[in-house]
């Protein structure tokens, strides 16, 4: 049987492995279907590495294009949670992977550009709002909410042009409510603004019943 973190590169590879050793089941049952570009839903106990299953093949994808000096100047892959919190945490915990991996290359004879990354709630002050909008991150962390008003924007709405997957976390409290509405209507035209299918992955450690969401 493959192993599913065979698709990855080295550095990528080498990193999991000395970090975590093996994949746990939701990465190596979610990793496949992301790879292939599919939309995907998974549903799994807090700390059973779900964040770094939804992140880390659009880490890869991105440090590929840096690496190739082909990435666009615009957010590829947005994180999306109604929990202010849970954004925060995220968007710390993603200097781990992405140090991480850098080093690991520099210790292979590679040299990765930085991927740069952001947070955007209604805490963000205005200069880091206008700055992220000036030089756009690979990655932006963000609510629902702020989400809606980027895309009112005329110029914030620009650098989501080349967003290619959308990570929605907490799913289980936007399924079925009038903020999930308003996050899917973001969605579709977030997608049209991209003028491409976009692909979605969205996260649950409770979210019932599984088909409907």
């Known amino acids: 049987m493959p192993d599913a973190l065979d698709a990855f590169s080295p550095a990528v590879q080498a990193w999991f492995r000395q970090t975590f050793g093996q994949p746990t089941p939701p990465q190596a049952q979610g990793w496949p279907a992301i790879q292939r570009g599919e939309h995907t839903l998974i549903l ?6 779900k964040t770094i299953a939804a992140f880390l093949w659009g880490i ?49 004879g590679l040299e990765l550009p930085p ?3 952001a947070l955007r709630t209604g805490d963000t002050p205005q200069s880091a ?14 609510t629902p909410e702020s989400l809606y008003l980027m ?31 308003h ?7 977030l997608e049209h603004l991209a003028g491409r299918p976009i692909q979605r992955i969205g996260l649950s450690a409770t979210i019932r019943p599984l088909e409907e969401a």
């Open 151 to 181: 895309l009112g924007g005329e110029r914030a709405r620009e650098i989501f042009r080349t967003v290619s997957t959308v990570i929605v976390d907490e799913i289980h409290t936007v399924v079925g409510e009038k903020r999930g509405v």
């Open 183 to 189: 996050l899917a209507l973001s969605i579709e035209r």
């Open 115 to 117: 991927l740069l990354t």
């Open 129 to 142: 709002r206008a700055a992220m909008i000036k030089k756009p991150p690979h990655i932006l962390v963000t």
């Open 44 to 49: 799994a106990p807090t700390g059973s590495g």
């Open 60 to 108: 890869d994808q991105i440090y590929r294009e840096l690496a190739a000096g082909t990435a666009p100047k615009g957010i590829r892959l947005l994180y999306v949670s109604p929990l202010k919190a849970l954004n925060n945490d995220v968007h710390r915990n993603l200097d781990v992977p992405l140090l991480g991996i850098r080093r690991t290359a520099h210790e292979m």
